[in-house]
């Protein structure tokens, strides 16, 4: 029952794609977006994750736009509770970064600072699997 959960939340995030900021193809992205370290207690750089911004009213749901260090977007990303996901709870009209969605991943987070409680990680990759590897690999994500 689960899996198709996540199915259906990823088909609905992955589809819907209003435009959330004027320009935020390159880093910074402007608008209402604040590097993490001034919202949150996370690393300047999380692993596999590179640059992170978010708008401070979106936190801890996000979105989170991830950039490479060449400052191109590469990912947005959400978290969502396990509590409030066994819960059934609902995430409508979450906001996108706008960026055409080349494939998602989603993976389990015990919890870490300003969001402890475990949850997922639901990423939007704006770049193919191979680059995504290959920035990992290099640590192009920092």
């Given at each position: 029952?689960?899996?198709?959960y ?7 995030i992955a589809f819907?794609c209003?435009v959330?900021?004027a ?24 692993p596999k ?16 736009l991830?950039?490479?260090h ?5 990912a ?9 996901m ?26 870490h ?30």
């Open positions: 029952m689960k899996k198709q996540f199915l259906a939340l990823f088909g609905a819907y209003p959330a900021v320009d935020i193809a390159k880093e910074p992205p402007g608008g209402d977006y604040v590097p993490i370290p001034k919202t949150l207690m996370l690393p300047d750089f999380p994750m590179g640059t992170l911004y978010v708008d401070r009213k979106t936190v801890p749901v996000g979105p989170y991830a950039y490479d060449s400052g191109k977007l590469v947005t990303l959400y978290m969502l509770s396990m509590k409030d066994d819960a059934h709870k609902k995430y409508e009209d979450l906001p996108t970064s706008g960026a055409p969605v080349d494939h998602v991943d989603l993976f389990f987070n015990a919890g600072p300003d969001m402890e409680i475990p949850h997922y990680h639901f990423v939007l990759w704006h770049i193919p699997r191979a680059e995504q590897l290959d920035l990992e690999r290099t640590a192009g994500m920092r």
